[in-house]
């Protein structure tokens, strides 16, 4: 007999702004460098940079299926979700494979906008705000790492929309209707997501734009 679902509360509206301006974001950000486009390539990654620093905040301030503690476990559990320990119909927010792709998407990006922070020559236009913490050695490195660690990043978003095609098809889960929406079909009576709230909303919010914008300044001292 077919479980009985109705649609509930997965996503929050924050997480679900995030989600998608990366998926804008990260194209862009690659056709700016293939186009010699600097400056939008520039402004672009430091907003990039808000977007990252956002969720890892919201990671800790947000609702249920926001916070690293209800998804982020240890082996034990991804162990027993791949001997099938896991009920998708009566359980919201990301498993436990889904949990090392949410760090992956964030990690990696982040330490490509680190790379691009200290990468650039002075000669070329394209600089990033930190170069001139490091010596020229190191930025010739971290400007290669940068053109090459891109298609890391680019290779992980290709394994998580293929996690998606494959949740789609077999499991019948329509995790992209569910992240547009922020519902989704659970089995009746499973409980949804919490609220989120408007104050550490504003504080992570506050966080994510005053970091970047220094950081864009040449990251001044502060006294």
């Known amino acids: 007999m077919a479980t009985k679902t109705e649609p509930v509360a997965i996503w929050d509206w924050p997480v679900r702004v995030v989600h998608w301006s990366f998926v804008l974001i990260l194209p862009a ?5 293939e186009n ?14 808000g977007l990252v620093i956002f969720r890892l905040l919201w990671g800790f ?12 476990k240890g082996p034990k559990h991804l162990l027993a979700y791949f001997k099938g320990d896991h009920d998708h119909r009566r359980e919201i927010g990301h498993n436990p494979l889904g949990a090392l792709a949410v ?17 650039g020559d002075p000669y070329d236009g ?6 001139s913490l490091v010596s020229v ?12 660690f891109v298609y890391v990043v680019f290779a992980m978003i290709g394994l998580h929309i293929a996690a998606v095609a494959m ?3 077999a499991l019948m889960q329509n995790l992209v209707g569910a992240m547009v929406t922020g519902r989704g079909e659970k089995a009746v ?27 864009y300044a040449g990251a001044p001292p502060l006294t």
């Open 137 to 148: 050695g190191t930025a010739d490195t971290l400007t290669e790492t940068h053109e090459w």
């Open 103 to 119: 760090l992956g998407l964030l990690t990696l990006p982040l330490v490509q906008i680190g790379l691009g922070l200290f990468a």
């Open 61 to 72: 301030l947000g609702t249920d299926t926001a916070r690293f503690a209800t998804f982020v």
């Open 126 to 131: 394209a600089t990033g705000p930190l170069n």
């Open 36 to 49: 010699s486009a600097w400056g939008w390539h520039m402004r672009l990654g430091h907003v990039l940079l």
């Open 167 to 169: 949740y789609a098809g």
């Open 189 to 215: 009576g499973t409980k949804g997501n919490s609220a989120p709230s408007t104050g550490k909303f504003l504080i992570a919010l506050a966080i994510a734009v005053a970091l970047p914008l220094w950081i």
């Open 29 to 33: 950000m690659w056709l700016t460098a």
